[in-house]
């Protein structure tokens, strides 16, 4: 319009151009009006929306269904909670300015502090679970981070029911095995073992009647026991008592029922719960039989295992396993012997013993050993012989001659943590393991041959009785023989403990061999400083719950120097198990023994170790020598009476 006023303008026509210009100012004039006039329409209308929208935010947090409250960081004060909070809480007063873990003891803000948006765990508050959310609020900083967060409580009772009801309700499988049946029925007639038969069945049937469970006797000495997980716990918390109960069985030979129970658990259906439960049972009859044994998806747990094991060996098995490794030397291409870190007389005798039969079958074996032994002077006696002074090898050396037949045997020890060489172990294609340790959760699996016989008294013991079916004595140099049985009489502390009749049988076949006892006498001898030690880890001994002897050593001290100490310690007259704690290289070691009253093997476990009923030990690291000896004591006071 103002462009056609200034044509009009141009062409003369003035009168004609002012009424435009007017014209066009009127429409400027209303125009500025109407706009003022809607920009403030405009700002009312969103001032009263935003006005009702806070009313209404206010409205909703106030009556919102989560609970929701607002705490300060720095003092732990509950600073506003909603109504759903209050009711949660169970306060619908004076919540304010109250401490936070007051109102919810067992609740904390650390995971908040260090950042998370969410409670780590579910929190139960009166009998309901919730799951709890956390934002920082924007109400000013602190040095340690936002002032005030707000928390969002999400009931998840429902939810963590129904979890734990499908927890409790999943279905475990154990194998229930009578340990020394054949013993205990032995020499009764019909009458007397349907007796102890019922007394056995009766005493089951009542220890599995309030799980409600399914328990089927599917062999003679062998039952199967399906329930509900939520009774597992109701077992271990006794401890298994039905373990003490059948041991009041006593048939009329004198001998008492023991009982050895596996459990498998979290496996995907029955049929892996099955192989848990198999694999459960069989660990508890390699550590003695008379325990419990629960194998989860992870590792092994132990209850029980408080009596001594009887000799259950028979000479089929060993003549079966003497066969079959005989087998596994004429397959290989050569053999490679290794026993367990710091070897013993009993680690290196049993590997002469497999030398002695690799030789017999003209296949080459050699000895993988480390530098440091407790065996010195019989490794030194061996390397000055014709015979042996190749035969030792590093575990480099080892490692390089290898190949894909070689089989390596694995003596006195079946834990795969403690051998010579893990990186051998490993490499091996074909492993056999000869040892008479109760099984631990560490034991070498998948072996093409597995000789393990805890009731026995040694390594070399077991080898002996390999070597009488495969090869005549005189084929047994003397310095062979003479190995094997310093192994022995260092194991059963000169025929005194854990000897059985077949420990007897494997020294005379030694005997008949060439061993020299004389000679035999100086392979064991000790140095004056050995023998002046001994003597003062002996002095040192301290009496706990009247019965059992430990010694706290903070110098220096070998490990057979304390396990020396510790058979000394046993012919004090009171006392029936001895502890020798002593430091090595940032390390505890214990060595352990008993007279057989008390399973030393089950107390060290629960410090990292392990071995027999009578003879254990332990190896501690990165812990202060009264610590470890603090945290024995607390063992020994849960699991000794």
């Known amino acids: 319009m103002v462009v056609l006023a200034t044509v009009t303008l141009l062409t003369g026509e003035h009168k004609v151009a002012a009424y435009e210009y007017a014209f066009c100012g009127v429409i400027f004039i209303v125009f500025l009006i109407m706009s003022s006039r809607y920009s403030k329409e405009l700002t009312r209308f969103i001032e009263e929306t935003m006005t009702d929208i806070h009313d209404s935010n206010k409205d909703s947090i106030i009556h919102f269904p989560m609970a929701t409250a607002v705490i300060k960081l720095e003092t732990n004060e509950v600073v506003w909670g909603n109504a759903a909070f209050e009711e949660m809480i169970g306060e619908h007063s004076a919540i304010f300015e109250k401490k936070l873990f007051d109102l919810i003891?067992?609740?904390?803000?650390?995971?908040?502090?260090?950042?998370?948006?969410?409670?780590?765990?579910?929190?139960?508050?009166?009998?309901?679970?919730?799951?709890?959310?956390?934002?920082?609020?924007?109400?000013?900083?602190?040095?340690?981070?936002?002032?005030?967060?707000?928390?969002?409580?999400?009931?998840?009772?429902?939810?963590?029911?129904?979890?734990?009801?499908?927890?409790?309700?999943?279905?475990?499988?154990?194998?229930?095995?009578?340990?020394?049946?054949?013993?205990?029925?032995?020499?009764?007639?019909?009458?007397?073992?349907?007796?102890?038969?019922?007394?056995?069945?009766?005493?089951?049937?009542?220890?599995?009647?309030?799980?409600?469970?399914?328990?089927?006797?599917?062999?003679?000495?062998?039952?199967?026991?399906?329930?509900?997980?939520?009774?597992?716990?109701?077992?271990?918390?006794?401890?298994?008592?039905?373990?003490?109960?059948?041991?009041?069985?006593?048939?009329?030979?004198?001998?008492?029922?023991?009982?050895?129970?596996?459990?498998?658990?979290?496996?995907?259906?029955?049929?892996?719960?099955?192989?848990?439960?198999?694999?459960?049972?069989?660990?508890?009859?390699?550590?003695?039989?008379?325990?419990?044994?629960?194998?989860?998806?992870?590792?092994?747990?132990?209850?029980?295992?408080r009596t001594k094991e009887l000799e259950k060996r028979t000479k089929v098995k060993s003549r079966v396993m003497a066969n079959a490794l005989t087998g596994l030397i004429k397959e290989s291409s050569g053999v490679m012997v290794m026993g367990h870190k710091n070897a013993d007389n009993d680690s290196v005798g049993a590997a002469v013993g497999i030398v002695c039969l690799a030789r017999k079958m003209n296949k080459k074996a050699s000895i993988v050993i480390g530098e440091k032994t407790s065996a010195d002077s019989l490794v030194l006696k061996l390397k000055n012989s014709e015979e042996y002074k190749d035969a030792f090898i590093t575990e480099e050396e080892a490692i390089i001659n290898a190949d894909n037949d070689t089989l390596l045997v694995v003596v006195d020890t079946n834990r795969k943590v403690v051998v010579e060489s893990q990186a051998l172990l490993e490499s091996a294609n074909k492993v056999a393991v000869i040892d008479h340790h109760r099984r631990g959760t560490e034991y070498i699996e998948g072996a093409v041959l597995n000789f393990h016989e805890p009731y026995a008294s040694s390594a070399c013991e077991l080898v002996t009785e390999l070597l009488q079916y495969i090869i005549e004595s005189r084929d047994v140099l003397q310095i062979e023989a003479e190995a094997l049985l310093s192994g022995i009489v260092i194991d059963t502390k000169k025929f005194t403990m854990k000897t059985g009749a077949r420990t007897f049988e494997a020294?005379?076949?030694l005997r008949r061999?060439?061993?020299?006892?004389?000679?035999?006498?100086?392979?064991?001898?000790?140095?004056?400083?050995?023998?002046?030690?001994?003597?003062?880890?002996?002095?040192?001994?301290?009496?706990?719950?009247e019965k059992i002897a430990i010694v706290v050593y903070e110098g220096t001290s070998t490990r057979i120097t304390a396990a020396q100490a510790a058979d000394e310690l046993l012919s004090i007259r009171g006392v029936g198990a001895s502890f020798v704690l002593y430091k090595e290289q940032g390390s505890v070691i214990i060595s352990a023994r008993s007279l057989g009253e008390i399973n030393v093997q089950v107390i060290l476990e629960k410090l990292g170790g392990g071995g027999h009923f009578d003879t254990a030990g332990a190896q501690v690291r990165d812990r202060e020598l009264d610590d470890v000896a603090n945290e024995l004591k607390s063992v020994i006071d849960d699991l000794v009476n």
């Open 105 to 305: 003891p067992e609740f904390n803000l650390g995971w908040v502090i260090d950042g998370g948006n969410e409670c780590p765990h579910e929190v139960e508050i009166n009998g309901k679970f919730y799951r709890v959310y956390g934002s920082f609020f924007d109400g000013g900083r602190t040095q340690g981070g936002f002032e005030l967060v707000t928390l969002y409580w999400l009931d998840v009772s429902e939810y963590s029911n129904a979890i734990t009801e499908f927890e409790n309700s999943r279905q475990m499988v154990s194998v229930i095995m009578i340990d020394n049946y054949e013993d205990i029925m032995n020499g009764l007639n019909d009458s007397e073992r349907s007796t102890v038969t019922a007394e056995i069945d009766k005493k089951l049937a009542e220890w599995t009647a309030s799980a409600g469970g399914i328990f089927v006797k599917y062999e003679k000495d062998r039952s199967i026991y399906l329930f509900e997980e939520r009774y597992l716990e109701e077992y271990t918390s006794s401890r298994f008592a039905i373990l003490d109960s059948i041991r009041e069985i006593e048939s009329k030979n004198g001998m008492h029922v023991t009982l050895s129970i596996g459990i498998g658990k979290d496996g995907q259906g029955f049929g892996e719960n099955l192989r848990n439960a198999r694999l459960a049972i069989d660990m508890a009859l390699s550590r003695g039989g008379d325990q419990a044994v629960i194998r989860n998806k992870f590792n092994f747990e132990f209850f029980g295992g």
């Open 507 to 509: 020294a005379a076949y």
């Open 513 to 545: 061999a060439g061993a020299d006892t004389v000679e035999l006498k100086r392979i064991l001898q000790d140095d004056i400083e050995t023998y002046v030690q001994r003597a003062e880890l002996v002095k040192l001994a301290k009496m706990y719950k």
